[in-house]
């Protein structure tokens, strides 16, 4: 399996993104995927994730209501729609994906991913 991420950029605080992650060697109805990020400095933290056999969104309660997850089937491809981005969000962004069925928690640690994606820079300033 392949990822790749792609849709950061530079955007103005109360701004939003969306970012992209698509699958080759794998359907990505078939994965669960989750994003992650790292800011310079800081060690990788969770971001949000969606389930294989769902459309609910996880994500910490942090980014609750303002970070949600889809996923297009026919594009093999899901989505991370970043809404109301605030300078803290800065970060290079990295979509992960898990085979299986994994329970809930798993979704939220980076070591229980199989598969990794290039990071892609998401940049909030004025």
């Known amino acids: 399996v392949q990822l790749q991420a792609s849709g950061g950029g530079l955007v103005q605080p109360g701004g939003s993104l969306r970012l992209s992650c698509a699958a080759s060697?794998?359907?990505?109805?078939?994965?669960?995927v989750g994003w992650f990020r790292q800011a310079p400095g800081k060690e990788r933290e969770f971001v949000a994730a969606?389930?294989?056999?769902?459309?609910?969104?996880y994500s910490s309660n942090s980014r609750k209501g303002r970070f949600t997850m889809s996923r297009d089937n026919a594009k093999n491809t899901v989505y991370l729609q970043m809404n109301s981005l605030e300078p803290e969000d800065t970060a290079v962004y990295y979509c992960?994906?898990?085979?299986?069925?994994?329970?809930?928690?798993?979704?939220?640690?980076?070591?229980?991913?199989?598969?990794w994606g290039q990071g892609t820079q998401v940049t909030v300033s004025s």
């Open positions: 992960a994906a898990q085979t299986g069925s994994p329970i809930v928690s798993s979704l939220y640690l980076e070591d229980k991913y199989d598969y």
């Open positions: 969606i389930r294989w056999s769902s459309s609910t969104t």
């Open positions: 060697g794998r359907q990505i109805s078939r994965l669960s």
